[in-house]
């Protein structure tokens, strides 16, 4: 029996795809898949030779070497250094381990959404599907590791039939990597450990996203995050279909990132030794990243929350640590910018770039040169500068900017700024520059009226540290009126605000292809290791289904919370089998009863 998915959904099942597909129909037929199921493929030159992959012994993983990686193939080692990003094969062979290893070690039994007198399906008379056949028709465009937003096409086309037989094809590799990623999203464990099955079959999904820029920020700079903890936030932000991963590498508080050309930075500027990020570490990270089909794209921040410089270059930051009152001079302590007219700076610039962009190029076609938050009152202490009027420093902002993005590419690289180098320094950009806006709809309109392509991220939605409370001590001449203590961005913004969330309602139509996509963004100054994941997930997620499925449905409503929740409570599920610690949606009640916790419901 065909059906074609119809909202609200059966209280008997959550029928998770997510994100949502563009076009999805499924049966109610049981088919079980074997270990020993083969996956084969070809490429658009290989059809009618296609490449069988049993159930091999492949592991990813990476060592202590330097830019290497152990790849284990039976009783076959060799060795991948990563000096450049994988090749399209490579992110298939990837996926296909990564597939098996999701359905048959990280999958769960779904009972919380079944009511309490559900049984399984019978392990006796199954139905086994005999092949999973993986296609991609066309060539990978060059940099298919490394796009250019919109120069990869990841739509996917995915087929189960009732007989058992699957097949995915794709116009890219990346469009394989995310179809397998879907057809993981099909299966459950058997609790008797009778092995995965899918009570779906057959299926038919089409699928393609609708944004080009599908991203997860992550500040590293404010707490430190060690490799396999960004690793796991890679690994669940590629599971969500996302394919950007923005490292907030450095910052006021500290510099983590090692520079050979400038040890010092990191000797100096980290937290502690050790908690660094090595040029290996760096490298594997880009690749690691690239191999799910996610750019990882670097930010060094500047010229403002820099102040960590000053650790091992007193002389290339003004306004550094004001105290008592930094607020003046910044958004937050410890205070510090670059010198805006100092030759210094730029020969210390120069020689970040050279040593930097190098190692980022291989990976992406992004750097991020930052611009948020500069307090123009830091340049009355600037001996550069000693101004804080605006006709002063804007020429002196538009050369720096000038100089660095210059820089940039001539490594390669596309750049992207804030939006405050645009809107409230009125600089004149070149035409090829990112705008990333994260104050208002407002603003993100402004910017795709001058003609650039955005990123969208309003803090009153996407900004997930919101809510948490004033991380600043409160001195008791001022504790009343700052009652209750709430940070600038409360209340907490929920996996439904999120979920509201159209980044293109203040966009006009003609302008809507200049929204390259968005970001969610995990500020770090009440964030560690320890809520790092439930801090994220599952409202990343919801962020994600926005971004790859678009805010409105076919019909061009609002898409309903009442079914994406059952549908992001299943998905946690699934995070949480991977590994990742994402909070719950809904109690089991809700999930197993259908819409019993349904507010105003009216059937």
Same mark, same amino acid.
């Given at each position: 029996m065909i059906?074609?998915?119809?909202f609200?959904?059966?209280t008997?099942?959550?029928?998770?795809?997510?994100?949502?597909?563009?076009?999805?129909?499924?049966?109610d037929?049981?088919?079980w898949?074997s270990?020993?199921?083969?996956?084969e493929w070809?490429?658009?030159?290989?059809?009618?030779?296609?490449?069988?992959q049993?159930s091999?012994n492949f592991?990813?993983r990476?060592?202590?070497?330097?830019?290497?990686t152990i790849?284990?193939?039976?009783n076959?080692?060799?060795v991948k250094r990563?000096?450049?990003a994988p090749?399209?094969?490579?992110?298939?062979?990837q996926?296909i381990?990564?597939a098996k290893?999701t359905?048959f070690?990280k999958?769960f039994?779904?009972?919380k959404?079944?009511p309490r007198n559900?049984?399984e399906?019978?392990?006796?008379n199954r139905t086994?599907?005999?092949t999973?056949?993986v296609?991609v028709?066309?060539?990978?465009?060059?940099?298919?590791?490394?796009p250019?937003?919109?120069?990869v096409d990841?739509s996917?086309?995915?087929e189960?039939?009732e007989?058992g037989?699957?097949?995915i094809t794709?116009?890219?590799s990346?469009?394989?990597v995310?179809?397998?990623?879907t057809?993981?999203?099909l299966?459950y464990?058997h609790?008797g450990?009778?092995?995965?099955?899918?009570?779906?079959?057959?299926?038919?999904?089409f699928?393609v996203p609708?944004f080009?820029?599908r991203g997860?920020?992550?500040?590293?700079?404010?707490?430190y995050?060690?490799?396999?903890?960004?690793?796991?936030?890679?690994d669940?932000?590629?599971y969500?279909?996302m394919?950007r991963?923005?490292?907030h590498v450095t910052?006021?508080?500290?510099?983590?990132l090692?520079?050979p050309?400038?040890?010092?930075?990191s000797?100096?500027?980290?937290y502690?030794p050790?908690?660094t990020?090595?040029p290996d570490?760096?490298?594997?990270l880009?690749?690691?990243a690239?191999?799910?089909?996610?750019?990882?794209?670097?930010?060094?921040d500047?010229?403002?929350?820099?102040?960590?410089?000053?650790?091992?270059?007193?002389?290339?930051?003004?306004?550094?640590?004001?105290?008592?009152?930094w607020?003046?001079?910044?958004?937050?302590?410890?205070c510090?910018?670059?010198k805006?007219?100092?030759t210094?700076?730029t020969?210390?610039?120069q020689?970040l770039?050279?040593d930097l962009?190098?190692?980022v190029?291989?990976f992406?076609s992004?750097?991020?040169?930052?611009?948020?938050e500069?307090?123009k009152?830091?340049?009355?202490k600037?001996?550069?500068?000693?101004?804080?009027?605006p006709a002063?420093l804007q020429?002196?902002?538009?050369?720096?900017?000038?100089?660095?993005?210059d820089?940039?590419r001539?490594?390669?690289?596309?750049p992207i700024?804030?939006?405050e180098?645009? $809107?409230?320094w009125?600089?004149t950009?070149g035409a090829?520059? #990112?705008?990333?806006?994260w104050q !208002?709809?407002?603003?993100? &309109? %402004?910017i795709?009226?001058k003609?650039?392509?955005?990123?969208?991220?309003?803090?009153?939605?996407?900004?997930?540290?919101c809510?948490?409370?004033q991380?600043?001590?409160?001195?008791?001449?001022?504790?009343?009126?700052?009652?209750?203590?709430e940070?600038y961005?409360a209340p907490f913004h929920?996996w439904r605000?999120?979920?509201a969330?159209d980044?293109?309602?203040?966009?006009p139509?003609?302008?809507?292809?200049?929204?390259l996509?968005?970001?969610?963004h995990?500020?770090?100054e009440?964030?560690d290791p320890?809520? $790092?994941d439930?801090?994220?997930?599952?409202r990343?997620?919801? #962020?994600?289904?926005v971004?790859w !499925?678009?805010?409105?449905d &076919? %019909?061009?409503?609002n898409?309903?919370?009442i079914d994406?929740a059952?549908r992001l409570?299943e998905m946690?599920e699934?995070l949480?089998a991977?590994g990742?610690g994402?909070?719950?949606?809904?109690?089991?009640?809700?999930?197993?009863?259908?819409?019993?916790c349904?507010?105003g419901y009216?059937?």
């Open positions: 059906i074609l998915l119809l609200p959904l059966l008997s099942l959550a029928l998770a795809i997510w994100p949502i597909p563009k076009e999805y129909k499924h049966g037929t049981v088919l898949i270990k020993d199921t083969s996956f070809a490429g658009a030159g290989d059809v009618g030779t296609l490449k069988v049993p091999r592991d990813f990476t060592t202590s070497n330097a830019h290497v790849q284990v193939e039976g076959r080692r060799r990563y000096s450049e090749t399209g094969d490579e992110m298939i062979d996926a381990y990564s290893q359905i070690k999958n039994v779904p009972w959404f079944h559900w049984t399906p019978s392990t006796e086994y599907i005999s999973v056949t296609q028709l066309q060539d990978d465009p060059e940099g298919i590791a490394k250019l937003a919109g120069t990841e996917y086309a995915l189960l039939s007989g037989n699957v097949s794709a116009n890219s990346v469009g394989i995310r179809g397998l990623v057809f993981t999203q299966f464990k609790s450990g009778g092995g995965a099955y899918t009570p779906l079959a057959p299926v038919t999904i699928d609708v080009q820029h997860i920020n992550l500040d590293v700079a404010r707490n995050f060690s490799i396999k903890d960004i690793e796991r936030t890679i669940a932000a590629a969500n279909k394919n991963f923005h490292l910052d006021a508080q500290s510099w983590p090692e520079i050309a400038l040890p010092e930075l000797a100096k500027g980290a502690r050790g908690l990020y090595t570490d760096f490298a594997n880009q690749y690691y690239s191999m799910q089909g996610v750019e990882l794209i670097t930010e060094i500047m010229p403002g929350h820099t102040s960590s410089i000053a650790l091992s270059h007193p002389e290339l930051i003004a306004a550094y640590n004001i105290q008592p009152d607020d003046t001079y910044c958004a937050e302590p410890p510090g910018t670059l805006l007219n100092s210094k700076v020969d210390f610039l020689q770039f050279n962009l190098p190692r190029l291989p992406s992004y750097f991020h040169t930052g611009g948020d500069v307090n009152n830091a340049y009355l600037d001996d550069s500068v000693n101004s804080s009027e002063i020429p002196l902002m538009q050369k720096f900017i000038d100089s660095n993005h820089q940039v001539a490594a390669g690289l596309t700024v804030w939006e180098m645009l $809107l409230d009125n600089l950009l090829d520059v #990112v705008v990333q806006s !208002s709809d407002k603003a993100l &309109a %402004q795709v009226a003609g650039h392509k955005a990123l969208a991220g309003n803090y009153n939605y996407w900004y997930l540290d809510g948490k409370g991380w600043l001590n409160i001195d008791p001449s001022i504790s009343a009126s700052s009652y209750p203590y940070d961005c929920n605000l999120a979920y969330y980044p293109l309602a203040s966009v139509n003609d302008a809507h292809h200049l929204v996509g968005g970001e969610a995990m500020w770090a009440q964030t320890i809520n $790092l439930r801090m994220i997930w599952p990343g997620s919801a #962020v994600a289904e971004l !499925s678009g805010a409105k &076919a %019909q061009g409503r898409r309903s919370q994406a059952p409570s946690r699934r949480v991977r990742i994402a909070e719950p949606i809904q109690m089991p009640y809700c999930t197993m009863e259908g819409m019993v349904q507010l009216q059937p």
